[in-house]
């Protein structure tokens, strides 16, 4: 059974780096899956922001595009996010997920970690 | 960007109760679609993959279906576990994108 387990700071001040870190396990990061990350403002809806693959192959969303970086750590099995001149917008829960093999659904998600932008 | 317009964005219904949940895609996307559920301060679930497609541990009242650009989640004889917020994705291309969710809560 995969899990997927998000982690870093909760509070991040604007204009500054928003930085998540995403933990595989029950499985290995470096499978036939795309890694993701979707956020969802409080009370709104869905929004994809990116996904990467264990080689390093990314794609983003382009409205975020100019300010995200993912990228994968296989010795660590875990994958990252980093956000950059943030403001109130980007304040959000923010998912981890795997896009399985047999269609790209997301077919496991982390429980989700609330990242607020405030001074 | 492939727009996704989900309808309606809540319903009110009743334990028994079949509901009808609608995805339209801006354009042709195949079946690549998924639908997810979420419940509040949870992650969302996902029930169907490839447009009709049950994923493994969800029950068979939900199903879904597919006709052009038309994408349809049906929950018949809705249970109380079942009232949550309902959210299509499609995986056609670049970027990924959800439908604004439609919220199912009690009658």
């Known amino acids: 059974q995969v899990q997927l387990q998000e982690s870093g700071p909760g509070l991040v001040k604007p204009s500054g780096t928003l930085s998540l870190t995403c933990a595989v396990s029950g499985g290995s990061i470096s499978s036939s899956d795309w890694w993701s990350w979707v956020r969802q403002p409080p009370g709104k809806g869905l929004e994809w922001i990116g996904e990467i693959y264990h080689t390093g192959t990314t794609n983003y969303n382009p409205s975020l595009e100019s300010r995200v970086t993912i990228s994968v750590d296989k010795s660590k099995n875990q994958f990252s996010l980093k956000l950059t001149s943030v403001t109130a917008a980007d304040t959000a829960v923010y998912y981890c997920a795997r896009a399985g093999v047999v269609a790209d659904s997301f077919d496991y998600w982390g429980q989700g970690t609330l990242v607020t932008v405030s001074s | 960007a492939i727009q996704m317009t989900q309808s309606p964005s809540s319903l009110s219904a009743s334990v028994g109760d079949s509901v009808t949940i609608t995805c339209r895609a801006s354009?042709?996307?195949?079946?690549?679609l998924g639908w997810y559920q979420q419940k509040p301060g949870k992650a969302p679930k996902l029930l169907i993959y490839a447009a009709s497609s049950l994923q493994s541990g969800v029950p068979s009242r939900f199903s879904g279906s597919v006709s052009g650009t038309d994408f349809t989640l049906t929950i018949s004889s809705l249970q109380p576990e079942d009232f949550a917020t309902y959210y299509c994705l499609q995986d056609y291309n670049y970027p990924r994108t959800f439908g604004q969710g439609t919220k199912v809560e009690i009658k």
């Open positions: 354009q042709g996307i195949r079946n690549d």
